[in-house]
């Protein structure tokens, strides 16, 4: 028995230093970036993350957006975990909502989720406007507004996260709105040409959206 407790000794001392290496790596902080993303990579992740939203799979939901924030935004393992909890919160939230008073709860979720990825963004985030105009158009979404009214409300979140508001920025926002109309326009029905179709969509949207940054990193 004595001679046992050493190597068990040995044995718990070594999970400990693993343990404690996985927490660092972790909790340690990246330097995160919003505009390093790639656009088909992007196109492919937010495809996922609609499949899974439609068919109320949060888990996977939760998977997608960690590996969106973790290997296209840079986040640590730790803020990557705590940006897709705070998303499919929000998400999860608004699903079930009735009305704009009801959907008004999930203004908080998204101030977190926000203020989460305000690290990475190229200058300060206001990040309550960022939560607010967030809302605002997944709720005319709902209420039916045309894509290319909405999608003027996509493109101003993006242009409070990264400070720009020109004509890429603008057709990002629209692009990505008709990509969200031919979605709900399949509805039950949808394909996975239709999703293949959707995911080109949002490629061209994406593109649009790096051009948009990138000429802002130039001219920074």
């Known amino acids: ?3 046992k407790r050493p190597k068990l000794r040995r044995i718990v001392a070594a999970v400990l230093v693993v343990l404690a290496a996985l927490a660092a790596y972790a909790a340690i902080p990246r330097r995160a970036d919003l505009t390093a993303f790639d656009p088909a990579e992007t196109a492919r992740l937010e495809t996922l993350m609609w499949r ?6 949060f888990f996977a939901l939760f998977g997608d957006l960690y590996q969106l ?7 640590s393992p730790l803020d990557s975990a705590r ?10 939230a608004f699903q079930p909502s009735m009305s704009r008073a009801d959907a008004q709860a999930v203004v908080p979720l998204l ?13 300060p985030v206001d990040i309550v406007a960022a939560a607010r105009t967030e809302l605002e158009w997944w709720q005319a979404r709902r209420e039916s507004a ?21 004509d890429d920025m603008r057709a990002f926002g629209i692009l990505r709105a008709q ?28 593109q649009h959206l790096k051009r948009a940054v990138s000429r802002r990193t130039k001219i920074g």
């Open 69 to 75: 924030a973790r290997e296209q935004d840079g986040f």
């Open 146 to 166: 045309k894509p290319e009214s909405y999608g003027l409300t996509i493109a101003r979140v993006s242009s409070l996260v990264y400070g720009v508001d020109d």
């Open 52 to 57: 899974h939203y439609y068919d109320k799979r």
């Open 1 to 3: 028995m004595s001679r």
């Open 111 to 123: 101030i977190d989720y926000f203020a989460l990825m305000a690290p990475g963004a190229p200058e």
């Open 83 to 92: 940006i897709a909890v705070a998303a499919a919160r929000a998400a999860q």
């Open 179 to 206: 990509a969200m109309e031919f979605r709900d326009a399949r509805g039950k029905d949808i394909t996975e040409a239709d999703w293949a179709a959707i995911e080109q969509q949002l490629v061209a949207a994406y």
